[in-house]
């Protein structure tokens, strides 16, 4: 599939290459390589290659490369490889690395390289190789 326009009330199994502009409330099992400018209510397992600009409310398992505008409610397990600027309420269990830029209102279990300019509410387990910027 290229590119979706619009919303998707279901599941998407398989591989997206191209963008998705709208909302996909169910799930996305696969691979989205582009990206994602809207809404995802559900989860992703797999991996986002490119940029999520919107919000996530649910969980995303498995790796995001590039960068999330916006906020995620709910929990990312695997790697975020890039930047998040916006919110994180939830947990991250995996790896950051690249730059936070806003609030972390959870915990993150492993590690983040780089940098988090905002502030942090909740726990850290693991290591931070960077800087804290903001509050702890």
């Keep these: 599939m290229d590119s979706l326009v619009g919303s998707l009330v279901g599941s998407l199994v398989g591989s ?3 963008s998705l502009v709208g909302s996909l409330v169910g799930s996305l099992v696969g691979s989205l390589v582009g990206s994602l400018v809207g809404s995802l209510v559900g989860s992703l397992v797999g ?3 490119d ?3 919107g919000s996530l409310v649910g969980s995303l398992v498995g790796s995001l490369v590039g960068s999330l505008v916006g906020s995620l409610v709910g929990s990312l397990v695997g790697s975020l490889v890039g930047s998040l600027v916006g919110s994180l309420v939830g947990s991250l269990v995996g790896s950051l690395v690249g730059s936070l830029v806003g609030s972390l209102v959870g915990s ?3 590690s983040l390289v780089g940098s988090l300019v905002g502030s942090l ?3 850290l387990v693991g ?3 960077g800087s804290l ?3 702890e």
């Design 16 to 18: 997206l290459v191209g």
């Design 133 to 135: 910027v903001g509050s």
């Design 121 to 123: 509410v909740g726990s």
């Design 127 to 129: 290591s931070l190789v």
């Design 51 to 53: 940029s999520l600009v």
């Design 108 to 110: 993150l279990v492993g």
């Design 47 to 49: 991996s986002l290659v």
